[in-house]
């Protein structure tokens, strides 16, 4: 028995074996959805999951073997205790919309193989938001989420809890803790010993059950809080599906809203919504990014979703008539449209560039059903239709008289040769003939009756002639010039003489 039959064959083939991974391939949680990880928080459970802790993690691992460390050092403060490797974020930046967080996005993506990590952060809105006051400055979050985490699954931390404006949980609508309720610490955003759910400092719990945790403090504000909780969550969920947000598609939303709710008064516009009119202004203009915090509060006026105002395309999904019911019309809005009753350059531009990319769409626009437009076209009076351009004749009247027109004339309407004078010699007929030839005697003479157009012509007349003599038959020809003057009357008679 041969060992073939023992062992089998063996495999030749090469498998492809995927790239591996220096850190374990962690899964962000809660993509597409309010409650999406935030990059802080993915670091934090990127550490625990190696039993590392973060400082161990950012301070030792090859993220930070990359060309230098300034980067670094811009977002991480070193602690002054000796040990490198401990040192707290000073803000959500790797969060945020700048550089700084791409550069955190990039060295992840590297280490754990996980694709766009940049839905953990801000960065989608980097066009579209400017990167002043995004966040807050230190560690917030929601007990009951982090007890029902721990139940259901995964603990980690929510992007949106990071985000300045939103101070309450939009799930269990409960004030978001920014205090640890044992040390009574304020905690930052990312630290050295940084846990999901678990305090930086004294490294205790940080969950509670439901009912256990504090009131809002602010009932007032309490259903603008809400609105900002679920309005932010609602972006954050927009923008981790929809990629390509540009500053363009938000500077048309606005001017969009600005038309139909204000009559394309940016004044009246920004004084309904508590935002100032310069802001207004460079915002639909597109000179400027809003301030995320800012942009909530003029939607929370208007009505219209944040997320639907940054990433709609021209607010398809809006009900119009229930947001300008909602929207307070004041006169003055009315009375500005008044005094700028003039149809400006720029509205006329906007609209037709409308209709054009209206036109190159038209497969998305909605078939209309049979019979269901009726245009009425209102009579109107008389028009009177006056020419307001160059007065043409007058122009044409002057020219001749104009110096400029006197030096081309010699160009563009050459006057004939004209002899005035008498000739020193009485002509024969020889000079008649050279005269006539050349053209000079063509032209209208007389006066009265006798007034008439003479026009001469020189002709070549060939003449033959024949004779016989002893039986044989001579043909000469002779060829002879002949002047021919054809006179026109102006009483119709014509004449031709040679
Ligand atoms: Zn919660
Ligand atoms: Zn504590």
């Given amino acids: ?84 490797q401990l040192f707290h974020a000073t803000a959500y930046t790797i969060n945020g919309v700048s550089s700084w967080a791409l550069k955190w996005v990039r060295i992840l993506e590297r280490l754990t193989c996980c694709g766009h990590l940049d839905v953990l952060t801000l960065l989608p809105l980097r066009k579209t938001v400017s990167d002043m006051f995004l966040f807050k400055r230190s560690r917030a979050w929601c007990p009951q989420c982090y007890e029902a985490d721990r139940t259901t699954g995964t603990v980690y931390e929510r992007l949106l809890w990071t985000l300045r404006g939103v101070a309450v949980c939009p799930v269990h609508v409960t004030a978001l803790e920014g205090r640890c309720p044992f040390c009574h610490k304020v905690l930052p955003p990312l630290a050295a010993h940084s846990r999901p759910g678990y305090c930086s400092s004294c490294g205790r719990w940080l969950g509670k059950e439901l009912g256990a945790s504090r009131p809002n403090p602010n009932p007032a504000e309490g259903d603008y809080e809400l609105y900002v909780a679920t309005t932010a969550g609602e972006l954050l969920a927009r923008c981790s599906t929809a990629r390509r947000l540009s500053k363009a598609r938000f500077s048309r939303n606005l001017r969009i809203c600005i038309d139909r709710l ?36 003029v939607c929370f006026r208007v009505g219209i979703p944040v997320g639907c105002l940054l990433t709609s395309r021209r607010l398809d999904a809006v009900n119009w008539t229930t947001i300008t019911a909602h929207f307070p019309n004041d006169s003055r809005s009315v009375k500005a449209s008044r005094t700028s009753d003039r149809t400006r350059d720029s509205d006329i531009s906007y609209s037709r560039n409308q209709l054009m990319s209206l036109a190159r769409q038209y497969e998305s626009l909605p078939i209309l059903a049979p019979g269901s437009i009726e245009l009425r076209v209102p009579e109107s009076g008389i028009a009177q239709l006056s020419y307001a351009g160059l007065p043409l004749d007058t122009i044409d009247d002057l020219l001749p008289t104009s110096p400029a027109y006197r030096q081309v004339s010699q160009i563009l309407d050459p006057q004939p040769v004209s002899l005035n004078t008498r000739p020193l010699t009485p002509l024969h007929k020889g000079h008649i003939g050279l005269l006539s030839t050349a053209g000079l005697l063509n032209g209208v003479f007389g006066s009265g009756d006798r007034l008439h157009v003479a026009a001469w012509k020189t002709k070549k007349r060939v003449i033959k002639t024949e004779e016989t003599e002893d039986e044989k038959i001579t043909i000469r020809e002779r060829e002879q010039f002949v002047h021919e003057l054809a006179v026109a009357f102006a009483n119709g008679e014509t004449a031709l003489i040679e």
Wanted: no cysteine; glycine share 10%; hydrophobic share 40%.
């Fill in 262 to 297: 204000a009559s394309g008064n940016t004044k009246a516009f920004a004084e309904l919504t508590g935002a100032s009119r310069g802001a207004v202004q460079s915002w639909a203009t597109g000179k400027m990014r809003p301030r995320l915090d800012v942009l909530m509060r």
């Fill in 1 to 84: 028995m041969g060992p073939e039959a023992v062992y089998g064959a063996w495999e030749a083939q090469v498998v492809d074996v995927p790239e591996r991974s220096r850190l374990y391939s962690l899964t962000p949680i809660g993509i597409g959805t309010p409650q999406v990880e935030s990059l802080s928080g993915y670091v934090s459970r990127l550490a625990e999951a190696h039993a590392l802790s973060v400082g161990d993690l950012v301070g030792r691992e090859s993220m930070t073997r990359t060309r230098g460390t300034s980067w670094k050092r811009r977002i991480f403060r070193p602690e002054s205790r000796p040990m490198a």
